[in-house]
Nanobody, 120 residues
Framework: QVQLVESGGGLVQPGGSLRLSCAAS????????MGWYRQAPGKQRELVAG???????NYADSVKGRFTISRDNAKNTVFLQMNSLKSEDTAVYYC??????????????WGQGTLVTVSS
């Protein structure tokens, strides 16, 4: 069993910054990729940013140049630094991790979500 716990969401004014964190724990052998997704009211969940164990990152076009994803492999933790936030960034942000469990089976785990609200 793999658990992901997110933190760092909240209310911020347009143009402000927030940093999300997500820590993975449990029966983990290795984590291949970690990422952040978001789901706004009435919309489908979308990929915001992803990062591999080798620190290769990709971003949604809507956040390029404003968001930065990073990870600490030793702590099984992924971060999302969000700058120049816009109202359209308002959503529930979910952490995702894909890897191999201690039982040597693949896992695809999700966090519970953290709400980011960008509003004046």
């Amino acid at each position: 069993q793999v658990q992901l716990v997110e933190s760092g969401g909240g209310l911020v004014q347009p143009g402000g910054s927030l940093r999300l964190s997500c820590a993975a724990s449990g029966s983990i052998f290795s984590i291949n990729a970690m990422g952040w997704y978001r789901q706004a009211p009435g919309k489908q969940r979308e990929l915001v940013a992803g990062i591999t164990s080798g620190n290769s990152a990709n971003y949604a076009d809507s956040v390029k140049g404003r968001f930065t994803i990073s990870r600490d492999n030793a702590k099984n933790t992924v971060f999302l630094q969000m700058n120049s936030l816009k109202s359209e960034d308002t959503a529930v942000y979910y952490c995702n991790a894909v890897g191999i469990g201690a039982n040597m089976y693949r896992f695809d785990a999700w966090g519970q979500g953290t709400l980011v609200t960008v509003s004046s």
